[in-house]
């Protein structure tokens, strides 16, 4: 299994990018979390196959209709997801 850590720059909070990304994230069949960060940003666990992985990580490269993102930083992770896609409280 493979974990990352993602980091979503941009107008990515109130466009509903945490419940689309959840949404997107169980499609894919990944296990994780996603969170709203008090910087602005929205972070996410993601964690599965590396091809689940790869496509959790392309889609938040666009997010939902509504979002506007600027950069997505990966960062590989040991963290164990938990079971099934949780949104998170901010952080």
């Given at each position: 299994?493979?974990?990352?850590?993602?980091?979503?720059h941009g107008r990515v909070q109130g466009v509903g990018f945490r419940?689309?990304?959840?949404?997107a994230a169980e499609r894919a069949g990944?296990?994780?979390?996603?969170?709203n960060r008090r910087d602005g940003t929205v972070e996410a666990l993601v964690a599965g196959?590396?091809?689940?992985?790869?496509?959790v990580t392309a889609w938040?490269?666009?997010g939902p209709p509504s979002a506007g993102v600027d950069r997505v930083d990966v960062v590989e992770s040991t963290e164990?997801?938990?079971?099934g896609?949780?949104?998170?409280?901010?952080a």
């Open positions: 299994m493979r974990a990352v850590t993602i980091t979503v419940y689309a990304l959840q949404a990944a296990r994780g979390w996603v969170r196959d590396a091809g689940t992985v790869d496509a938040a490269h666009t164990a997801p938990p079971e896609f949780e949104i998170r409280a901010t």
